[in-house]
Antibody, heavy 120, light 107 residues
């Protein structure tokens, strides 16, 4: 059974940093493209970032480029999102999601999400 | 950036009725469009990928169609658990984008 379990969310002040993690199991993590998608309270879905299986290829939404860094540890089946210079508009539930294929960037499995609140 | 516009924002129907949800792209996405269902407090669930392919375990009452810029998600006969929110997503161009969602509510 595929499982994605996010952790690391919480309350942080504007300008602060937070590191999210996603523990994956039940599939071949090392070859899977992984992504972060967020959802602000009461709003729709927003794609944040994607990372290739090898970790060598990344892409980011303009809204987070230069502030967020996606990474993975294939030895631990873990996906990470380092978030710096956080803003109030980054407040959201952050979902870890698995892409269906190397070039099939729709998401067949999702975690339950972790809430990040940016507020003073 | 490709903008996906979903309509209507809210669809009011009764159980057993047919639901037709629309997703229009600001430029062609070929067939690289997916549909998701999201229940309150839950993560999205993939329903349809590449415009018309049902994901694993998705009931046959869900179907997708379209190509280019105009896409449709059809629910042939609404079940009580179908009254939730639906999103479309394109994977044709970076950045990946989602539509704003359609809420299907009980009339």
């Amino acid at each position: 059974e595929v499982q994605l379990l996010e952790s690391g969310g919480g309350l942080v002040q504007p300008g602060g940093s937070l590191r999210l993690s996603c523990a994956a199991s039940g599939f071949t993590f090392t070859t899977s493209v992984m992504s972060w998608v967020r959802q602000a309270p009461g709003k729709g879905l927003e794609w944040v970032s994607v990372l290739s299986g090898s970790g060598g290829s990344t892409n980011y939404a303009d809204s987070v480029k230069g502030r967020f860094t996606i990474s993975r540890d294939n030895s631990k089946n873990t996906l990470n999102l380092q978030m710096n210079s956080l803003r109030a508009e980054d407040t959201a539930v952050y979902y870890c999601a698995k892409a269906s294929g190397t070039y099939d960037w729709h998401f067949d499995y999702w975690g339950q999400g972790t809430l990040v609140t940016v507020s003073s | 950036e490709i903008v996906l516009t979903q309509s209507p924002a809210t669809l009011s129907l009764s159980p057993g009725e047919r639901a037709t949800l629309s997703c229009r792209a600001s430029q062609s996405v070929s067939s690289y469009l997916a549909w998701y269902q999201q229940k309150p407090g839950q993560a999205p669930r993939l329903l349809i990928y590449d415009a018309s392919n049902r994901a694993t375990g998705i009931p046959a009452r869900f179907s997708g169609s379209g190509t280019g810029t105009d896409f449709t998600l059809t629910i042939s006969s609404l079940e009580p658990e179908d009254f939730v929110v639906y999103y479309c997503q394109q994977r044709s161009n970076w950045p990946l984008t989602f539509g704003g969602g359609t809420k299907v509510e009980i009339k």
